[in-house]
């Protein structure tokens, strides 16, 4: 069993920048990759960005260039850096952890960016 507990979304400004973070708890050391999904209003939840245990990233193209995952082993989170902030960004951001064969989520953070 794994827990997740997100913290940092909220407002944004559009060319701002917010941080997401996302703490493990539980099994962490059978997690073989961590991510952020986000879901707006009334669409489906889509990948963000990943980062497996050995550290490869990938992004969504939408995000590439703008957005930062990484994770700091010591206190088991996961981070978020999200720049440059559009409209179009505003959405839920679910934590993930891959614990094959098992999906875990974090209960989501609301992330709005607007002027």
């Known amino acids: 069993q794994v827990q997740l507990a997100e913290s940092g979304g909220g407002l944004g400004q559009p060319g701002g920048s917010l941080r997401l973070s996302c703490v493990a708890r539980?099994?962490?050391?059978?997690?073989?990759?961590m991510g952020w999904y986000r879901q707006p209003t009334g669409k489906e939840r889509v990948l963000v960005a990943r980062?497996?245990?050995?550290?490869?990233?990938t992004y969504a193209d939408s995000v590439k260039g703008r957005f930062t995952i990484s994770r700091d082993k010591a206190d088991d989170t996961v981070y978020l850096q999200m720049n440059s902030l559009q409209p179009e960004d505003t959405a839920v951001y679910y934590c993930?952890?891959?614990?094959?064969?098992?999906?875990?989520w974090g209960q989501g953070t609301q992330v709005t960016v607007s002027s």
């Open positions: 980062i497996s245990r050995e550290g490869a990233t």
């Open positions: 539980g099994d962490i050391f059978s997690i073989n990759a």
């Open positions: 993930n952890a891959e614990h094959l064969p098992v999906y875990y």
